[in-house]
Each structure stands twice: as C-alpha cells, then as structure tokens.
DNA sequence: TTGTATTTTATGGAAATCCGTAATTCGTAT
DNA sequence: ATACGAATTACGGATTTCCATAAAATACAA
C-alpha cells in the first residue's frame, strides 16, 4: 500500500474529504498542494531528497487567480509527473465526465485511475487507492467506465482541434488558412480547411459551424 | 445564530467540509441533502412540523444520475424555497462565477449570500453564516463582489436568448423567423432577427456568429 | 388630426460559407 | 521509372449570412 502521497486540489473542502479518506485508510504521510506548481515542485523535491512519493492525487481543473502559474490544469500536471517519475501511480480525481478528456489521460499520461466525484466518491476513491496500491490494474468509476469503451471509429486529430477553436474564436476561414501558412501547418488550403469542418459537421451532426462549434465546447473538446 | 441548517450538496466530500465549518461555529443541528428535491421537501416537511430551517446553505449544479427530479439545479431549489419560506436566509455556495447567474440569483430569489467555492471558501462560509445570521446585510465572496458590480447598460431581454439558443442549435435564420411565429413571438421578421443579432455581436464583440455563440456559452448565458 | 420619433419590415448587393466536381500532388509498391 | 490510390488543392455555382438603406407601421405628444 501507499507510503507517501502527495495531493493537487483547490478547494479546501475537497481537501478535507481526501484526508479524510486517506487516514480512513491508515495513511498519514500526504501533502496538500492547492497549485499545480507546487506539487510538481514537491514531487521534483522529493525525489531529489530520495523520498519520492508514490501516490498522486489530483484534480483536472484548478482556478485561476492573482498568482501567475506554469502549469495551469490537472491534465499537464499529470502529462509531466509522468514524464518525471514513470513510476508514480497517478489518480485523476475530478467531476469531469467528457469521455473524450478522461480518455487522453490514459493515452497520453497512462495514468492508474479515474474517479468521478459525486454523491458516493469518497467509496470509489477508496477502492481506487485499495486497488492501485495492491495491484497494476486501472481504476475507473463505474458511471464511466461503461461510456469509455465505446471508441469513435473517425479520430479527431490535432489540426481539427485547431480549427474548432478557430471557428470559436469567429476567424474567417480565410484568415484560418493564413494562420496556418505562417504557422507551417502542412494542409492549408481552402479545400482542406472547408473539407474537414464538412467532416466534423457531418461526424458530429451539427447543422451548420456554429452548431459544430456549440456542440464541441459542450463535449470539452475546445 | 443560526439553529437549525440544511445543506442541498450532491459532493460527497464538499458536505463533509460545510460539516466541519458548521461544527466550528458550534452549529450542530443540520441535516444533508443530496438532491434539490430532497432539500425542498425537508424544508417544507420542516414548515409543517412547526421547526422550520433557518438557513440554506445550497450548490448550484448537482449532477444528473439515473433518479429521475423535479428541481434540477440550485437556482431553482432557491426560488421555490423563497416562495415557500420568505424569511429564511440562503447562503449560494458555489464554484460558479459567472456575474450573470449570481447576479440573477440575488434579483430573482433574494438570497443572502454567495460564497465562491475555491482556496480559501471556508473561511469566506464562516464569515458569511456569522455576517447573515446575526444581521440583515449580504455576504459577497471578494473575489466577485468587484465584478458583481458593473452592470451593463444594455440589457439582454429574453428574445436575446431566444435568438441565442436557437442559434447554438444551428438553427438557421429563416426557420428561428418561422418559430417565432408559430410561438407568437411579437417582433419576427427576418430582418428585426438580423439586427437583433447584429446588436448583440456588437455589444460582445463578437467577429461572426460562431463566436457569438462561444461567447455567451463561457459567460454562461446560454 | 398632424407631425415626429421609434420600431419594425422590406429590399438588394456584398461577402462568406457550403458543396460537389475535377485537377494536381504525393507516397508507395511494383 | 511507372502506375495506382489517397490526400491535397483548385474551381464554380448555390445558399446563407452580412450590412446598409429605405419604406412602412406604430407610438405618442402637441
């Protein structure tokens, strides 16, 4: 089981809950971080003082405020304790629920587990913890596990994105194709920029742009 | 002081805080509820019992699961409560912060105080239930009490979000011209729609209507 | 009633997008 | 080098939105 843990989270209740929850658990040893620097800075720390931890906790979003920071949200902590410390065991714990992003924390992070925060979460996380403490499966909640299985044939690639926020942004397709020559991105034609939004339209059954756009911000894909 | 206080908050660990801070304040008298439709009917069971509630503290967003409800966020749990109970004082808590949606919730429902989830929200809870439990004056989280006060000269009237809506549903401008109609909707020629959506890209600054669309849906006015 | 201001509606041309087709380029296997 | 298929680009017309101006309807005061 877990040793020592460190946890990334904002708000001071949600806090208390993982304390909480870890002490039920008979572990003493964590630390707070309620900045994503911060706990990156403790984790780098850590290893150096050759104590490492071996259980990150963290939440997917954190709130901006006064103070300038690097590392703005859950998902680049995550993508960068990983790249830091391949062995840490890492748990997303967050009320996010677009499949899409949970799904790129597995891809790109390879993190251990996801819990979803609800009305029963503090039980999911325990399991979690049990689970990845004892063993090298992944944990994710129930109410998505189910809904993470289902993959997209068609896979939206990094350019779609770029052009969703784009078209959010309201610039022209004109001025998208410019942004994307001075850029150096390699498909920039009209063709192609008009030819994917057709497909991102027709993939995601939006009426005309605008829809598209309302219906990729609703999923948390921009 | 407040006697007795209840709690309409659907995360599990959120309540666990609130808990604490009312323990600290050595308020012990509060019951949870996990769902907007179970803090209406406690609150008007209360009623009925002659020991009605004296304080409401309540989230705004409550996740949806697979029970079926009647209220489904916070903004409406507190107009009926304010309906059903006028004298009793509402604390909104919650990590919304758009100044549209609160600022609505102190016209339309009166409430007493918002405090913004976030780094420090328990010690702005505290001293919102100490401020409004032994006064009449409303308590503002810092962090929005600036924002909440600049009011916008020009006002959104329902139309407005009509219009808004429809567009974020695709709907293109002929067919929301054929709606308004069949809805009786008064002004509903196409070129009142035109300007009316002109007037609205002016005032948020908005290139095209995609980015209209982006825009009202951050500031959370559709 | 008359005149005036505001709101609503009508109209038309410019600009942007939508969408299908055809030409070109590029990668790869033979 | 050649041939083939896939991806990229070019082009053109249909549709929609955009925008300015003008006409019509409405409200209201003198």
Redesign the interface.
């Known amino acids: 089981m877990f040793k020592k843990v460190i946890i990334a989270e ?5 806090n ?3 304390e ?1 929850t870890l002490k039920s658990l008979d572990i003493v040893n964590f630390q707070h971080a ?1 900045y994503c620097d911060d706990a990156f800075l403790k984790i780098r720390k850590a290893i150096q003082d050759n104590e490492p931890y071996d259980l990150l906790i963290t939440d997917l979003s954190f ?1 901006k ?1 006064h103070r300038e920071v690097n590392i703005t949200c859950g998902d680049e902590l995550v993508e960068k304790v990983r790249e830091l410390q391949p062995n840490i065991k890492i748990i997303a714990y967050s ?1 996010e629920d677009k499949n899409i992003r949970i799904k790129s924390l597995f891809d790109k992070a390879d993190i251990n587990g996801f819990v979803l ?6 039980e999911d996380l325990k399991k979690a913890i049990n689970l990845i403490g004892t063993s090298d499966q992944k944990y994710i909640s129930p ?1 998505i596990a189910s809904a993470l299985q289902e993959k997209s044939n068609y896979e939206i690639d990094d350019l779609d994105i770029q052009i969703l926020k784009q ?6 397709q004109d001025e998208i194709i410019q942004i994307f020559k001075e850029m150096g991105v390699k498909p920039n034609s009209k063709s192609t920029v008009e030819k994917k939004i057709s497909k991102l339209k027709d993939f995601f059954k ?9 219906i990729t ?1 609703d999923m948390g894909i921009i």
Chains 1, 2 share one sequence.
Do not use: M
């Open positions: 904002d708000l001071e209740d949600i208390l809950g993982i909480q309620k709130k405020d009320v925060k609800g009305r029963n979460s503090i109410e078209l959010s942004y309201g610039t022209p939006a009426n005309n742009t605008t829809h598209l756009v309302s911000k």
